[in-house]
């Protein structure tokens, strides 16, 4: 493997950093190609050293200062996890979260690990939307990246249609009812959905399922959109 | 004013962009000393003109290149609003919330737009902590910053003792009470207590208030620290 900086089109990505290189080899050791430690590199828990973790794992660990100076890393990063990308589809039995054009990395990431914490483990990005797989997500996830099924589709029409059974809750500013006064558990599999950070779902989302607003006071525009999701997602997670 | 890159120490700070300066306008005007436009700048938007906004509102408005070139501002910034810091000390009727060393300037500036959109309008800062003046917070607060008030303390004790009537929660991993087990609505004004981004609370703040734990998987270490307070405001601006 050739490693470059990370480009959308490539084969492969890669883990920056202990914490989600450790996330990489616990939960998806089949598609890693090698991990790279940098010459500084010092262990500083006495549970991980990531000499022995490899080894244990029968993974390929390299020390290699060239490929930490070729993607241009601003220290603090001593451990590199090089893999290829997999496909692992969402499943139509669980609820799912579905993110239609998400534009920003670092959402994205605060959103998988939230989503992970609250027992969520199947993403729906809608495109265009940013990389699931470029380093940064990865790295905001903290490595939760590697505990979740993810699909890509190219509407949300066409997502409706392949999981029919799944009772849809679009998050808008415009939603009919407020979250705190949904107390019925989702009878079945369930999808929360959310649009764009600057634009919101479109409006024509008021007609799929229930839409659900967040009450917020009129002093700001909008909530955050991770934390719009974290509140909707621990508001869910009750009912499972 | 001989406005330079910020300094903590300066007597002065600025916003970024027309979304924060337009909250300083409309919410601090009495601290404004000049609102500074890019040449390069054209309104957006036929509702604000900052031109006609400074009129309005008797402020002075410089189009001055100079400035922006000194503070190496990285494109999309075309216009600033240069303030003196005031004082706005929180009050003790109403609630508070208190970030015990928050080390991180994107994740204050999201949590006081948070409390604002719950309706929690005093912020509690226990030393060492980041800047609530720096342009970047003032930035990812999106200019809520200026709808609250605040104070800072050295020690959490030192807060305690000067609001006795505030029932204190703990946000802790090892909190005593699930977050969603408490039903009951604080009787008087309260105190929501966060911890440090990577260290969160110290185990002493265990014996202070009730300790709260928001529940979640264990295949997470922690909620990020706005997600967490997010969800804990919008639990309790219910409780309002």
């Known amino acids: 493997m050739d490693l470059r900086k990370y480009k959308h089109e490539a084969e492969y990505s890669y883990t920056l950093g202990m914490a989600p290189t450790l996330e990489l080899i616990q939960n998806q050791p089949q598609c890693i190609d090698t991990v790279y430690v940098h010459?500084?590199?010092?262990?500083?828990?006495?549970?991980?050293?990531?000499?022995?973790?490899?080894?244990?794992?029968?993974?390929?660990?390299?020390?290699?200062?060239?490929?930490?100076?070729r993607?241009?890393?601003?220290?603090?990063?001593?451990?590199?996890?090089?893999?290829?990308?997999?496909?692992?589809?969402?499943?139509?039995?669980?609820?799912?979260?579905?993110?239609?054009?998400?534009?920003?990395?670092?959402?994205?990431?605060?959103?998988?690990?939230?989503?992970?914490?609250?027992?969520?483990?199947?993403?729906?990005?809608?495109?265009?939307?940013?990389?699931?797989?470029?380093?940064?997500?990865?790295?905001?996830?903290?490595?939760?990246?590697?505990?979740?099924?993810?699909?890509?589709?190219?509407?949300?029409?066409?997502?409706?249609?392949?999981?029919?059974?799944?009772q849809i809750y679009t998050f808008m500013l415009k939603g009919k009812h407020y979250l705190h006064d949904i107390h019925e558990k989702p009878n079945g599999p369930f999808s929360l959905v959310f649009g764009n950070e600057a634009t919101g779902l479109p409006d024509r989302f008021l007609d799929y399922g229930e839409s659900v607003l967040i009450k917020h006071s009129g002093e700001i525009d909008s909530l955050n959109l991770s934390i719009a999701f974290g509140i909707a997602a621990h508001t869910f997670s009750q009912h499972q």
């Open 39 to 69: 010459p500084n590199y010092t262990p500083k828990d006495e549970k991980y050293n990531i000499f022995e973790v490899c080894q244990k794992a029968g993974l390929r660990c390299e020390v290699n200062k060239k490929v930490f100076d």
């Open 71 to 166: 993607l241009s890393m601003k220290g603090n990063v001593f451990v590199l996890g090089a893999f290829y990308k997999y496909e692992n589809p969402v499943s139509d039995k669980h609820p799912h979260i579905v993110l239609v054009n998400p534009s920003d990395s670092g959402n994205l990431g605060t959103i998988i690990r939230t989503a992970v914490g609250f027992g969520f483990k199947d993403l729906v990005i809608i495109r265009p939307g940013v990389d699931l797989y470029d380093p940064k997500s990865i790295r905001s996830s903290m490595g939760a990246l590697f505990h979740i099924r993810f699909s890509h589709f190219d509407s949300f029409e066409e997502y409706m249609e392949q999981f029919p059974q799944h």
